[in-house]
């Protein structure tokens, strides 16, 4: 798949062009590039549909199109607490627990061996186990390798001897979207069990700040340290005005959890994470709180 191809598809709709024209000279990965524009444009039923599509080509492995229908169900998740219906009364936090569980059933599987195309996505979800947390818990999908995998899609995006490649967009960086799509999912249930008023929030370390808050800040923080220029897209197609995940909506994630705690030096520790978005902040001069986190929500909220 050439990358020009796909953002000169791109510019029209798909009903546009008629898609299914196109359709009979997709490989796998376009239809992953589709299902990913899909995502990225919050149309999550043409996303499924270009996922499953997927699963019909034949490949060595499929780990990576499951993990896009993960990241589906992390959208909506996520799309769904952002809501204003969630700041104004109405109970939207059983649909953001049902997707974010949902979400889980498929991150799951993209981490099975094996042949993954037997099951499509409405499959997955219909036989997934009622144990999905205890599954989901019991994988450590922070130190995931996977290299078989791995190496298999980069060696599908490498040269050939005359200098030529097939596929420019291979979705090797699966297994940091899965990471990264974790982050996003326990960050999900910190806020759903908030709202609910169901944080144990016991202070193991006597900081006044809640252990399941501390827990965010450390997952996030170790996340960056690894990957300080993470963006979901690298290893995709180039998808214009995209809702994109990177590293500057990370930063700002930790940015606001600092706010959120009670730490003595919260608001000094917030302004470090958003100055890495917003060169302008100026913290060691700032000796007005109020301008300070005014400074700091003005400055993070372009990145949510």
């Not at 060595?60 to 104004?88: E, F, H, K, P, R």
């Not at 995006?157 to 940091?176: K, P, W």
């Not at 923080?221 to 979901?232: A, E, Q, S």
Request: net charge negative; hydrophobic share 35%.
């Amino acid at each position: 798949m050439k990358k020009i191809f796909f953002i000169l598809i791109f510019i029209y709709s798909c009903d546009d062009l008629g898609v299914e024209e196109f359709q009979e000279s997709f490989s796998y990965y376009d239809y992953l590039s589709y299902g990913w524009a899909k995502i990225f444009e919050n149309d999550m039923d043409y996303a499924k549909f270009y996922f499953d599509e997927s699963l019909n080509e034949d490949v060595t492995y499929y780990n990576n199109a499951i993990v896009g229908m993960g990241w589906t169900m992390t959208y909506l998740a996520n799309n769904s607490l952002s809501l204003d219906s969630c700041n104004d009364g109405d109970n939207c936090i059983d649909l953001v627990d049902q997707y974010r569980n949902q979400a889980k059933c498929f991150f799951v599987r993209a981490v099975e061996l094996g042949d993954l195309s037997t099951k499509k996505f409405d499959d997955i979800l219909n036989e997934c186990s009622d144990n999905i947390n205890l599954e989901y818990a019991n994988i450590d999908f922070m130190n995931l390798e996977l290299t078989n995998i791995v190496n298999f899609y980069k060696t599908e995006c490498e040269e050939d001897l005359n200098g030529n490649v097939e596929y420019v967009s291979c979705f090797e960086n699966f297994i940091l979207d899965m990471q990264v799509a974790y982050l996003y999912l326990e960050y999900l249930e910190y806020q759903s069990n908030q709202i609910k008023g169901i944080l144990e929030c016991n202070d193991i370390d006597s900081n006044n700040t809640c252990d399941e808050l501390d827990s965010l800040i450390t997952l996030f923080i170790d996340f960056l340290d690894l990957n300080p220029n993470y963006d979901i897209t690298d290893d995709k197609a180039i998808y214009p005005n995209a809702y994109n995940i990177n590293h500057k909506k990370i930063e700002a994630r930790i940015s606001q959890f600092y706010l959120d705690s009670n730490i003595d030096n919260k608001l000094n520790q917030s302004c470090v994470w958003a100055k890495k978005i917003c060169d302008s902040i100026e913290c060691e001069l700032i000796d007005n709180q109020i301008d300070t986190m005014q400074q700091i929500l003005d400055c993070i909220d372009t990145e949510f």
